[in-house]
């Protein structure tokens, strides 16, 4: 495929500084540690991990709406950082994002049709008609319509409130969308219905989607390849099958062992891993999860894994697979 997005050796450190009454001290937090991948124009990319592993800061930096500490990020071959501020206003008109929280991430004082025409209005040269045009179209694509035009966030439910953030993210017609958790805060009986949705848009507007989640289940059947992220790292990266069929990081081997399969005879075993996720102001030496892993070597301590490849575009950080 075409690579529509390429993020080489990013990194995001922050700075915290923390007063105790005897010093002043500053710890450095390596959200994202040195990650590199690119997405395919079209297709999905899951990417995974528990809160905390740096996958938000990731798209948040992508989005540049963080500065990256180190590291690129090219879309369509161009270096954002690169681009005059210019520049870059149109090149944000190529990436949306879609947030977690229904509830929190729309301003409850706008009416539904003010809150898919903003970005237009920043982005898209349209008269007021053209405008109010497109907005009943989206609301028809994202399963609403018209008549919700004129009310307000509080009176939908979660599920509609996600439909309106998914709408307001492509009003601008956007390349690529970054997916953060966009189903995590609904009912179970709704994420399935907006998770059809999403892939639906896709299908019908050429989406490609970076698609963060802590559940693998959400992402198991909509990513054309996933990527794991464990304490700022990515630890594993492939297309969907090789990923679930020939699983090779002890840590992917957890996640996928937690998902539940109803109806299975067969039940897999399921991993349970020893302690709980350290501090990514403190991470252990060498391999991250050295700490949690059921197979850890003398080596993993001391010695970070690289990322290598395995055969057919699968990738892997791990001693086990890095003879
Ligand atoms: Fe486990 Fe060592 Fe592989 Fe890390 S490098 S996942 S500690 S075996
Ligand atoms: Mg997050």
């Avoid at 997405?39 to 709406?65: D, F, H, M, P, Y």
């Avoid at 907005?135 to 509609?160: C, T, W």
């Avoid at 559940?215 to 464990?230: F, G, P, Q």
């Amino acid at each position: 495929g075409e690579k529509l997005l390429q993020v080489e050796n990013l990194r995001k450190w922050f700075t915290i500084e923390g007063d105790t009454w005897f010093a002043k001290n500053q710890s450095v937090v390596k959200a994202v540690d040195d990650i590199s991948f690119y997405i395919n124009k079209g297709e999905t990319l899951g990417l995974v991990g528990e809160s905390g592993c740096g996958k938000s800061t990731a798209g948040r930096v992508i989005l540049q709406l963080l500065e990256a500490t180190e590291g690129e990020i090219l879309l369509e071959g161009e270096n954002l950082a690169a681009l005059s501020t210019r520049q870059l206003k149109n090149k944000r008109k190529d990436m949306q994002i879609v947030f977690q929280d229904p509830y929190a991430s729309l301003n409850p004082r706008l009416k539904v049709r003010k809150i898919i025409e903003e970005p237009m209005t920043i982005h898209l040269k349209l008269s007021k008609e053209e405008r109010m045009e497109k907005v009943k179209q989206i609301l028809h694509d994202v399963g609403l319509n018209e008549a919700y035009m004129d009310r307000y966030p509080h009176e939908f439910s979660g599920g509609q409130r996600q439909r309106i953030g998914i709408a307001r993210a492509l009003a601008v017609q956007p390349k690529l969308i970054i997916m953060d958790e966009p189903v995590s805060a609904l009912d179970v009986s709704v994420q399935a219905q907006v998770l059809n949705l999403i892939q639906d848009l896709q299908a019908k507007y050429g989406l490609t989607y970076l698609f963060i989640t802590h559940n693998l289940s959400v992402v198991k059947h909509i990513s054309n390849r996933i990527a794991v992220m464990y304490l700022g790292r990515i630890v594993e990266i492939a297309n969907r099958d090789h990923f679930f069929e020939d699983t090779k990081h002890p840590y992917s081997k957890a996640l996928i062992s937690a998902i539940p399969e109803p109806g299975s005879k067969h039940r897999r075993e399921r991993i349970i891993l020893k302690g709980d996720l350290p501090s990514p102001v403190n991470p252990p030496s060498g391999c991250h999860f050295h700490t949690r892993c059921p197979f850890v070597m003398e080596r993993c301590i001391t010695e970070v894994p690289d990322l290598v490849d395995v055969g057919e575009s699968h990738f892997v950080a791990c001693h086990l697979h890095n003879e």
